[in-house]
């Protein structure tokens, strides 16, 4: 059973006590688990072979209206949420740092049904000592995001080495990464993955590696959308497959979060202004 029905099924059992009223609310507790799924994937970091790091600590920070319904069961949601990060890193392979801790925050700048993940790796006092930098004295670039600068959520851990750069393609030492598409457009086992958007009725297909969305006639594809950038956001295609604002004037919305780069899932759906694009992919 996957991580996330057992989640759901845990919170079906409470349905009907403590968390009857928190599914009146527009941003739902499932919602939340899944940004917190792609927080982990978008801050992983590889210290070796053997220890991937992701956060432990997380903030979501919910508008006014949900804040008010959700933070009388912070405390009970909160436990449940870790719970399935926990759960989740282990169906990965992902370690932590320390305890696995979520919070609640309101956020006047956020409406109804929207909310916003910060996350830090948090060291607690009994964790293994941190491994050194490289010989060379490098150390770790900050993660540019909507984390920049409070109190360390967003910015990885201490002492952490940078990831390895991998060998171009075509250069002795280069490795596609598992699942990932050869030079024949297959994945490791001879299956090729399709990916497309739908907007309004309409599929596009996704043909090379990178796809730019947009109300310029130059765009990939072009959104006649007056609240649509030049050229909004970027479609990348890989394993997994992501999508990245191009500083456009209001932003994407990945799955009811604003954010300005995000993995993408077969279903993904992606508000560009007043436009709404669901991401598809299949094997085959």
Known sequence: MGVMKRFEQR???LVNGTFAKVFKSEVQPVEI???LQRECDNNAQIWNRERTVVPNDFIVELSTPDYERLSPYSGQLGDELAGLVRDYAK???YTFMGPIKVHLEKAEDLDTGLYRVRSRTL??????PQPQPPAGGHQPHQQQGQAQGRGGYGYPPAGAPPMPASPPPGTPGHRPAAGAPGPGGTGGAGAQTRRWIEINGTRHQISRSTLVLGRSTDADVRIDDPGVSRRHCEIR????STIQDLGSTNGIVVDGQHTTRATLRDGSRIVVGSTTIVY???EG
Do not use: F
């Open 280 to 282: 598809r992919q299949a």
């Open 123 to 128: 060291a607690s006092s009994t964790s293994q």
């Open 11 to 13: 919170l079906e059992g």
């Open 91 to 93: 169906q990965q392979r």
């Open 237 to 240: 295609t890989g394993t997994p």
């Open 33 to 35: 688990a899944g940004a």
